[in-house]
């Protein structure tokens, strides 16, 4: 009997938070866990599923997804659909939707379950019978926080064909993530969004507090010049993401280096940023409308506000 995870929503920064809880599950329960291979993260032997286990990375990350094909998010949307139709309707297998309504996949079936339905009880309904869940919601960080060390060094193992470790970027800046994008259409991620001036305050004031002289700045909109012009006023040297078109400057790769490198992280609560934070810092800083800026340990990220807004 298995617990398999088919769908938790989101791009890759998702996948990650799924994963890091998946794996809490495995290393804690004698159980065998699977997760659905998606458009991000897939198995390396290219099977649909790819168990989380302990010293045993049978994943990799899918660098490139900006070339994700239409035709692929609609087979994989079918497959999810199907495979819980398949566990719904047959014996010893079991099909389950966790999380809020707007969070899961649309025409999914299986039973409704609460979001703060106890680990154990889903671990020994997973004894009895093959389970599939899908949703916005299997967090257990008390879980993940035992076994945090050995989820760390099984994660990071995934990245090691994305990590530049002999690259010659200096452990000297401070890692800027803007998002903003979804968040602008996303009520009740309001609280997470910051105007320019906001952003600027608490870059200057982070810089100022950590001694540091450069800024690396990731932005998924456009930023005015001003913002720019302001940071240099404060003399710090500002240098924008720039990807270019190789394979070996895309996006991700660019992003994962910058940020395992830097002295600092600074984001609005992106679930990429914090879920590569995890993996490589102790502690991030957000902006702030009313102080300085706000640092958060990355083990209380899941009860802070506003970070607990995504991460939770």
Known sequence: MALIFSSGGGRLGNQLLNIIHLYAI?????????KLSDLFIVSKDKSLFFKIEKNNNSW????NYSKIKTKDKLILKVFIRAIHFYHFIMPNKKSYKIGLKNNLPKFVLGKSIERDI????????????NVILSGWGLRNWELVLKHKKSIIQNIIEGFFPILDFDNQIKKDFLFVHVRRSDFLHISEFKDLNFSDEVWIKSITNICKNKSIK???????????????SLLEKNEIKVSLANFGDSKKNC??????NYLYNSKAV?????SLALSLSFLFHD???LPSKNDHFQKILLDKAHNSYPSSLNWN
């Not at 495995?26 to 699977?34: K, N, R």
């Open 26 to 34: 495995s290393f804690e329960y004698d159980i065998d866990v699977y």
């Open 60 to 63: 990799e990350i899918i660098t």
């Open 118 to 129: 106890s680990t154990l009880e889903l671990i020994r309904e997973a004894k009895i019978n």
């Open 214 to 228: 450069k800024v690396v700045i990731f932005s998924d909109n456009f930023l005015d010049k001003t913002f720019i």
């Open 251 to 256: 996006f991700l790769e660019t992003f994962v």
């Open 266 to 270: 600074i984001c609005n609560a992106s």
């Open 283 to 285: 502690e991030i800083y």
